[in-house]
Structure formats: structure tokens, C-alpha cells
């Protein structure tokens, strides 16, 4: 349920939103549609990529740009796809961190792309987004950590402040989550039952003490692996199939999504 939560969040409010501005520079691989001409054009998949979709992506983007035709990523809601999320913390693990250094990778490996008008919203807009909120956030948030810990443990804290501030973050994590599972239920209806709902919006409280810190260990990991050339092992991912009759009941760890597409324009 918990990564139920992050995908409705991260598809229905983020990947939407970027889709409204032409800014999406990640077309998740098994569920997009990439222009086949243009893909080829830019070289095609990048198979030593950690991040093989993404990178092709920012690639395909910076092609057209390169040769000045019109392009539009876009998100289609219309659509309606299913994906499996890892079902063990192992899994998990290896998918976060492999993700983390795809990510860096690719932000590297066009960095001449950062906060470079040439490449309109996606150098302006979307790379310094991606690097801030994205790739740096876990680093802020340690060191976050750190000196809190140091400014309790030298009686610096000003609690009064620091609990409104905390207590402030907290409840608009919470309402973004519930807003993306509201919308989702009067959109798709997928749940059958608003028990299934209740779950999902009980575990929202949950996300940022029992998930949030588990997905910030994987990223700092993945960057520390990418950084000292440590190799982590992608590994059986442990697919166990959808049900085509009941995909909801059958698999719990299904999640419907709607797919990006990228073409000319």
C-alpha cells in the first residue's frame, strides 16, 4: 500500500503536471510509447545506462532540439496500464538504488544541458528541478538529520519552531497523498471497496517515518555505489504475473498507471 501511495502521488499530481508544460524528461520504459523514428534518430537505448529510459528520454529531447523540429512528451490518462512493484525490502532496495544512479548518470552525462536557455523549459526548468528535489534532497535531508541531532544534543533546538515547521511538512505531505488518492478513486475507480480506500489513506500517516527514510538510505546508497564504481547486482526482480480476470484482488502490488508518450509534433 505504502508503495501504492508514491506511484498514484507520483503519476496522477507530479508526472501530470509536467506533462501539462512539456516538461517530462522520464518516460518510464514498460509503460511508454517512444516515436520510433526519433529514437533511432537519437541513438536508440543506451544498454550501459542504469537508467536506461530516462537517459533516452533526455536524449530523444535534446535531439530535437539539436535539429529544430517541435516534439511533445506527453502524459495520456486515458490509458490504463498495469505494473508490479517489488514485493520483498531486497528487491525494493536494488530497484531505489539502481534507480538513484541511473538518475545521476544521466544528469551527468548531459550536464552541459543544466540551466541552459538552448534547451528552453527542460534545461531551465526541468534539470535544475531534477538536481535540487530529485538527486540533492536526500543529501539535504541527512544533513538535515545530522544537525537536528547536533542541535538537540547541544540544547540549541528551538523546539517550539522546529515542531510547527515539522508538524507543517508533515500535513502537506499528507494532503498531497490524499489528494492523489481521492483523485484517483473518482477517475478510475479501481478499488472495490472503500475499505480498500480507508487502508490506503490510513497508511499515508505511516509514509514519512516508515517508507520515506528506507527510499533515502537506497538513494544515498545508489550515489555512493555510482560515485566509488561499487557494482549492484539488478537480480531477479520476482515477478509474480497478474491476474486477467481479478488483476486487483489477485495481485495487490499492481498498480494502474497511465502511460507518457514522446513523439513529434
Known amino acids: 500500500s505504502i508503495q501504492e501511495i508514491e506511484y498514484l502521488r507520483s503519476y496522477l499530481l507530479g508526472r501530470m503536471a509536467w506533462s501539462k508544460i512539456n516538461g517530462l524528461i522520464i518516460v518510464s520504459g514498460g509503460i511508454g510509447l517512444f516515436d520510433r523514428e526519433v529514437a533511432i534518430g537519437a541513438g536508440g537505448?543506451?544498454?550501459k545506462s542504469f537508467g536506461e529510459d530516462m537517459e533516452l528520454t533526455?536524449?530523444?529531447?535534446?535531439?530535437?532540439?539539436e535539429i529544430g523540429q517541435k516534439y511533445i512528451v506527453k502524459y495520456i490518462p486515458e490509458s490504463l496500464c498495469w505494473t508490479e512493484v517489488p514485493p520483498t525490502l531486497d528487491i525494493f532496495m536494488k530497484q531505489r538504488v539502481r534507480w538513484?544512479?541511473?538518475?545521476?548518470?544521466?544528469?551527468?552525462?548531459?550536464?552541459?544541458?543544466?540551466?541552459?536557455?538552448?534547451?528552453?523549459?527542460?534545461?531551465l526548468l526541468s534539470f535544475p528541478y531534477w538536481i535540487l528535489y530529485e538527486w540533492l534532497a536526500p543529501v539535504i535531508e541527512l544533513v538535515g538529520l545530522i544537525s537536528y541531532s547536533y542541535l538537540i544534543y547541544t540544547g540549541k533546538l528551538n523546539f517550539e519552531y522546529s515542531l510547527l515547521l515539522l508538524a507543517f511538512v508533515f500535513f502537506f505531505s499528507v494532503m498531497i497523498t490524499t489528494i492523489s488518492i481521492l483523485w484517483e478513486e473518482y477517475t478510475n475507480q479501481v478499488y472495490k471497496t472503500k475499505t480498500e480506500i480507508f487502508k490506503l489513506l490510513m497508511v499515508i500517516f505511516l509514509e514519512p517515518f516508515l517508507f520515506h527514510p528506507i527510499v533515502v538510505y537506497a538513494s544515498i546508497k545508489g550515489n555512493i555505489a555510482l560515485l566509488f564504481g561499487i557494482k549492484n547486482a539488478w537480480g531477479n526482480m520476482g515477478r509474480m504475473g497478474v491476474d486477467e480476470e481479478e488483476p486487483v484482488k489477485a495481485l495487490p502490488e499492481a498498480i494502474p498507471l497511465s502511460p507518457p508518450i514522446l513523439k513529434a509534433s
Not at 533526455?58 to 532540439?65: F, P
Not at 538518475?103 to 534545461?123: A, D, I, Y
Open 100 to 123: 538513484a544512479k541511473g538518475l545521476v548518470q544521466t544528469l551527468f552525462k548531459h550536464r552541459e544541458m543544466w540551466f541552459n536557455p538552448k534547451f528552453g523549459r527542460m534545461g
Open 45 to 47: 537505448y543506451d544498454h
Open 58 to 65: 533526455v536524449r530523444m529531447r535534446k535531439y530535437m532540439h
